[in-house]
Structures are given as structure tokens and as C-alpha cells.
């Protein structure tokens, strides 16, 4: 009889292998049996007791009976109609006066006056007056129906520049600052170097000046008026002069200002009144 010797390193890996399916695999098959089995069942089961949805409720369980109480409402009413006004879009725009830059031409027509003239540009009438100086002399009286004034952009002296002319100097001859006439818009002035044009026009926004115009009023003769009673000992007077009453009477029948109001380039009003119309003095 013969014996066979088995080799020990073949047979490792063989029981190492058999080891490996029971402890791993083998649990794996089992529960994988084990949910197919419960997975038929179900089905199964389902087939044989069939599938059936349950029941909707009963509408007429909420349905209140008719002839439970009802509660007293009050009788409804339609609101009255709101009463407003509705703005219509409108796409013209209004350009301020005030973001004007420029000097603008405006000719004289019937009825003018530079009280109201000075209202439309929302300029100050000596404003108007101190830049038509060569046309009004400062006079607001003056202006005649053609004549074209000219309007500055904004309040203040509008002159033209004569030789010699600086940013300083015109600052200090318009009682104004530097400063106004640089960094006004209008006049286009280059701040770290300001140049200024012979024959050009500057703005010099708050500037003003003396009025070139003096205004006389008459003075009667009085004792102490300081007046002379007598020119060269001729046209004398034979009464110590006129007097008031105290009280300032209107000298004509409509008692409305058209035109120049009182300001200290007018020193006096415009009374309306048509043509012909009585003066009272």
C-alpha cells in the first residue's frame, strides 16, 4: 500500500479560500433569499385581497342645515366714488432760470417795464440796468418799444472786458470775490490759468456797482429848505412855499401799480392808467 504525502503549502490557500465564502458570501445569499421570499408574500397577498381606495367624506357632514340660525349681516353698500384730480403726463419740460449760463436778447414790446422784465428772468431790476447801461443810462424810464436789452443768466454785473481787465481787479472794482467769477459756468474759465479777452463778456455773479444816474428831487422854498427863494433876483416866490396835508392821495383814478415798482433805481411807482385818463395833483 502506498501513502500520499500531501504538499502543506497547497493546502493554505485552499482552506483560506473556503473560510472566505462561508464568512462573507454566505450571509450575503441568506438575507438576499430572505427579502425576495418576504417581496412575494406581499404580492401574494395583494393579489388574493385586492386593492381598494378609501372613501371620500361626506360633503353634507360641513354642509350647515338650513335651518340652523344665520347671522344678521349688515346690507352692503357700494362705496361713493373717490373725488380727485389725475395729472395727465406731460413730457415738455421747464428749465429753471436759474440754470441759465448764457445772456440772453430780449426786445422791447408794448407794456414792458423793467420791474416786470426782471420778474420773468428772476433777475434783479438793477441787474437788467447795469448791463444796458450804454442803451438805458441807468434810467428805467428810457425804454421804448424795439429796443433789445440784454438779460444776464443771474444776478450781479454782466460787463464787458477792456484792456488791462483781470480776475482780481474786476472782483475788486464790482465789490465781489475771485472766486465768484472762476467757478461761475458761464464763463468758461480755466481756474489754474484764467484768461480774459479783450471785447468778451464776464459774469460777475453778486457784483454791484454806484448807480451812474443821480436823482433830484425838487425842493421847495423854505426858510431853512437851503433853497433860494429867487433865481438872479427873478421868479420869486410870495409865499413860503407849497405844503402837504400829511397824507399821500392816489393821483389817478386806478389804484394798481403796471410797471416799475419803488426800488433805489426807480424812486417811484407806475400807476396804471389808459391813455387819457385824468392825473390828479
Excluded at 47 to 66: C, F, M, N, V
Amino acid at each position: 500500500m502506498t501513502l500520499k504525502q500531501e504538499n502543506p503549502q497547497t493546502k493554505g490557500p485552499e482552506k483560506a479560500k473556503q473560510t472566505l465564502w462561508v464568512d462573507v458570501w454566505l450571509p450575503r445569499i441568506a438575507w438576499g433569499i430572505a427579502i425576495l421570499m418576504v417581496a412575494f408574500g406581499v404580492l401574494v397577498l395583494l393579489q388574493l385581497t385586492g386593492i381598494t381606495a378609501l372613501a371620500a367624506p361626506s360633503a353634507d357632514k360641513y354642509i350647515p342645515d338650513e335651518s340652523a340660525n344665520t347671522a344678521a349681516l349688515p346690507e352692503y353698500s357700494a362705496a361713493a366714488p373717490v373725488q380727485a384730480l389725475s395729472r395727465i403726463s406731460s413730457l415738455s419740460t421747464i428749465i429753471s432760470n436759474e440754470d441759465r449760463q448764457a445772456a440772453e436778447e430780449y426786445t422791447i414790446e408794448s407794456g414792458d417795464s423793467i420791474f416786470g422784465i426782471s420778474k420773468f428772468y428772476n433777475v434783479k431790476p438793477e441787474t437788467i440796468l447795469w448791463a444796458n447801461y450804454n442803451v438805458l443810462n441807468d434810467n428805467p424810464d428810457l425804454i421804448s418799444i424795439g429796443q433789445t436789452l440784454v438779460i444776464p443768466p443771474t444776478d450781479g454785473i454782466y460787463t464787458k472786458v477792456k484792456e488791462g481787465d483781470t480776475v482780481d481787479s474786476l472782483a475788486a472794482e464790482y465789490d465781489a470775490t475771485a472766486d465768484q467769477i472762476l467757478y461761475f459756468p458761464g464763463n468758461r474759465l480755466d481756474v489754474t490759468n484764467p484768461q480774459l479777452p479783450v471785447d468778451s463778456y464776464v459774469m460777475i455773479p453778486g457784483g454791484s456797482r454806484e448807480w451812474q444816474r443821480t436823482w433830484l428831487a425838487p425842493t421847495f422854498w423854505r426858510p431853512s429848505s437851503g433853497a433860494n427863494k429867487t433865481i438872479n433876483d427873478q421868479c420869486a416866490f410870495s409865499d413860503a412855499g407849497a405844503y402837504g396835508s400829511g397824507a399821500f392821495l392816489w393821483p389817478a383814478d386806478n389804484h394798481s401799480v403796471s410797471g416799475n415798482d419803488f426800488w433805489d433805481g426807480h424812486l417811484g411807482i407806475d400807476i396804471a392808467a389808459g391813455s387819457g385818463a385824468p392825473v390828479y395833483a
